[in-house]
């Protein structure tokens, strides 16, 4: 980065002092010694003082510190600022004919996001540069609907210049749509208002390289115990394309509901849905996967089976421990049910299943869950006990496991009859299954991504990868986001407590979970499991902690949360200016006054 002028930053119009009587602004900001400090505003100061926003763009050291997550790869920015017409900023965007409502919709939401930092457009000040956006896309082959997959580059380059015109220009080189959909999400966060002079300011030169370090960068949101509006699903998607995660994991059912429309066995969905208002049409999840897709995100659907399923199955006579009581004997948490794997007729109704949810999702990964099987509900069933007799299997638990590898190689069958002609790549939760020496014998490393959920420190992380296995690490002990709340079956605290903070999940290493074996890390997600969290209370529990979390997936930095607390509490900020209710890290007096609230904070060397 390189200073140009002694009084931090000069702007390219002149300046005036715009603040009406009655709403004179009383503090501005300077950049001293790499810290924006809050000072009085004067006649004096006030030419050279600048607002926050503006100061943290140039003050937070090699990289603009309103951006996250922090771009990976080379920054070079100088601390000259321009003022922009916001009203005069003009698109050229590529013409593909079948991206073009994706480049409109992107075009759209860019300028929304231009305008929500601005809290009254009508004191902006007239004026300023014209601003030409350029998308420059170096693969276009294929005219086609982009569709996001693990071997997608979503890499992008970004420059910003005014040379000695009048207009100021952004360019961003992309191979495909995704990258330079994140391309415009970095420009977007460059753009900032500048509430001392009243006006849309942007850097007038900044060169940026950026690629993410993982690949697969995902939320997961369960529907079923509590359902969760359309409305605030894409507030989600909205918030993840903020922070470049790229993977909306969608646990759409599970015993307690099922809220999936299935046309062609709809008595699943109309016994098993809460109310006839919670369910998610075939309209609905196309226009979420749409949503979605404009904002960089594929939205992968699972199916959890055999375990996890009760509601809406109660006339299909294909199930084992429907609501079985008492519920602690037969599985984790109420209603239980599983699939019974011996009922001929079941598979069917799975492939009627898998077969809307690809037509619907056209996932590249699908998800079958494999979570949590209990031994015991099977073992409860007289007509499973006497199917597994008859072919001459016990009734221990390798059996049982038996029986699972079957129902897993039918249901297989299934999704690969319904995805022709292609094959998806399948994740599973860790499970019995996952642990040795069944994975050996009924697994497949070439088809089967593995989710961890167990502990950072389990030891199966490492049986499972030495054996090839890629994997999606989702650790509870750092990325179950609903963690830290009452009991909701018992007294004390929920089962997975304590609350866990954001430091810790920008800490959490996905290099030191999987040592030698990072190249088999796909990347991450994290988790929101809705036994006591709805609606109501869903953003606060994803936001900010997930922007922690995004910025671990995209930057992978060898630095600790440390260096990251104060970019990110202004990043929290941002959030709530877009309607994100994402919950508060800090008093805003830390916001205004950087570095000031840690508790080394005498101690710390600026």
Known sequence: MKLLAPLLVLFALGVQRSCSSGDDLIYGYECQKSRCVKVELDSQNFQKAISLPVCRIFCSGDVPGTIWPRPSGLVDFDSYMLAVDPSNIEFHLPTLSKQSQLWTASKERFMHLLYAVVPNKNVLRKGGRPLIVSVELTSTLDDVVPRLTLDTDESYALQISSGNGSVATATISANNYFGARHGLETLSQLLVYDDIRREIQILARANIEDKPAYKWRGLLLDTSRNFFSVKSIKRTLDAMAMVKLNTFHWHITDSASFPFEVKSQPELYKLG???????????????????????????????????????????????????????????????????????????????????????????????????????????????????????????????????????????????????????????????????????????????????????????????ILKRGFRVIISNYDALYFDCGGAAWVAAGNNWCSPYIGWQKVYDNNLDTIAGQYRAQVLGAEAAIWSEEIDEYTLDSRFWPRASAFAERLWSNPSESWTSAEARLLFHRQRLTDYDIGAEAMQPEWCLQNENECPINALNAKF
């Open 273 to 463: 849905a809460y109310s006839p208002r919670k369910v998610y049409s075939h309209e609905d999840i196309k226009d979420i996967v749409e949503y979605g897709r404009v904002r960089g995100i594929r939205v992968m659907p699972e199916f959890d089976a055999p375990a996890h399923v009760g509601e809406g199955w109660q006339q299909k006579n294909m199930t084992a421990c429907f609501r079985a009581q008492p519920w602690i004997n037969y599985c984790v948490e109420p209603p239980c049910g599983q699939l019974d794997p011996t009922v001929e007729e079941l598979y069917p109704v799975l492939e009627d299943i898998y077969r809307e949810m690809f037509e619907l999702f056209d996932p590249d990964v699908f998800h079958m869950g494999g979570d949590e099987v209990s031994v015991s509900c099977w073992n409860s069933s007289e007509r499973i006990q006497n199917w597994m007799l008859q072919k001459g299997w016990g009734l221990n638990e390798a059996d049982f496991i038996r029986l699972w590898a079957h129902f897993q190689d039918e249901a297989l069958k299934r999704v690969d009859a319904v995805a022709q002609p292609n094959q998806p790549s399948i994740n599973l939760w860790t499970s019995h299954l996952t642990k040795v020496p069944y994975i050996d014998e009924y697994l497949d490393k070439e088809r089967y991504n593995i989710q961890i959920w167990t502990q950072g420190n389990d030891s199966v992380i490492q049986e």
